[in-house]
């Protein structure tokens, strides 16, 4: 006998306080279950608690051969990538992005459309007409393709509509750029530790979470190097943004002495204990130290508009221009796409990478 599509049922419950809500019930095994939507006063009709158990019916009908026969949204897609998919895959920073960029952007075009009538001409003609960022057309078209490979996964759809989609990522605005000039002019406003903790992300090129996560332990004063092995973000730590962004980096002499005096100068300085921590031990926040005395510096300094990222290309730049192969720029870069990277276990930091990251040292720091 062909099993029944479940639609499951919604009714308020009563709570002696606080706002009523909204429970949904099936039966699994023969046996009832239910679980809590929402509140009466996130979801004020019953309509909106349709919408919100929609994700529940596609998972306890999953293994339903009548399943096919019933539309899913990409609302309901989206609220189980957001309970299944997203928890188990990526970080919560992550996550909140990706709840962001549903909420303000793609839930309101696509939500109440049905998976199967996404079409690739149609997502393609919303991102070249969206009135938003580049930058913010290049989030939603890969998180759609995310979004419709979770489908494909869970055998909801059998083909991608984002696949065929031509977008440009090239951005509009030329990135900021430091000269050693610039850079040199910079530090010579800002106070300690914000005056270490810029020299090192920018003689290392190193991502601000990546800053924020260096530990003492980290540190081979002996050997003049550095292991790049975690991130700390929005106040946990994290490991780095993709496993070839762990690696071992040299340390030039010059920098080696700045982090020495900076040693003497912690509170915290255990082998556990983070380089740059706060008065309570954690590491401060990346973007107030950005807006209330890096940016103020860069002003002083005549330099202009920066962020965080801005210490990263600007070292680029200089591994650019400088003698170094291609292959050496992208390990000390640590990109996802180098053909070979350190193994951070056993193998010396190469001459190569050395003399080159020490080049970089010497135009910013020393020149």
Not at 50 to 74: D, G, M, Y
Not at 206 to 211: D, G, K, N, P, T
């Amino acid at each position: 006998m062909t099993a029944r599509y479940q639609y499951g049922n919604l009714r308020i419950q009563k709570r002696k306080k606080g706002s009523d809500v909204w429970q949904f019930r099936w039966m699994e095994n023969g046996k009832p279950k239910s679980v809590l939507i929402g509140t009466l006063e996130k979801l004020p009709a019953r309509a909106d608690a349709e919408r919100a158990a929609e994700h529940l019916r596609i998972k306890i009908n999953a293994q339903n051969p009548q399943q096919q026969f019933h539309s899913v949204t990409v609302g309901a897609l989206i609220d189980r990538f957001m309970a299944e998919y997203a928890p188990k895959h990526c970080r919560k920073p992550t996550q909140r992005v990706y709840a962001s960029l549903f909420k303000n952007h793609i839930r309101p075009r696509w939500g109440m459309e049905a998976i199967q009538q996404v079409k690739t001409g149609a997502v393609e003609d919303w991102l070249d007409t969206y009135p938003h960022s580049r930058q913010v057309k290049v989030h939603c078209k890969r998180l759609m393709h995310t979004l419709f490979t979770a489908a494909i996964r869970w055998e909801m759809l059998e083909k991608n509509p984002v696949d065929l989609i031509r977008q440009s990522g090239k951005r509009l605005k030329i990135p900021r750029i430091l000269t050693p000039v610039e850079f040199r002019a910079l530090l010579a406003q800002l106070a300690e530790p914000l005056k270490t903790m810029v020299l090192v992300i920018g003689c290392l090129g190193l991502r601000v979470s990546e800053l924020l996560g260096l530990q003492w332990g980290d540190m081979d004063f002996l050997n003049l190097t550095v292991r790049i092995q975690r991130g700390f973000r929005e106040g946990a730590v994290y490991p780095t943004k993709t496993e070839d962004s762990a690696s071992i980096l040299p340390l030039d002499p010059v920098l080696v002495d700045v982090l020495l005096q900076h040693r003497a100068r912690a509170v915290y300085r255990t082998d556990s204990d983070f380089v740059f921590a706060g008065a309570n031990g954690t590491p401060p926040w990346p973007d107030t130290m950005l807006r209330d005395y890096l940016k103020p510096a860069a002003v002083r300094a005549g330099i202009g508009a920066i962020g965080w990222h801005t210490f990263r290309r600007s070292y680029a730049t200089l591994l650019h221009d400088s003698s170094a192969s291609l292959v050496v720029q992208k390990e000390l870069l640590r990109h996802a796409d180098v053909a070979t990277t350190l193994n951070i276990y056993t193998q010396a930091v190469p001459a190569s990478l050395r003399d080159a990251a020490s080049q970089a040292v010497q135009t910013l720091w020393k020149n």
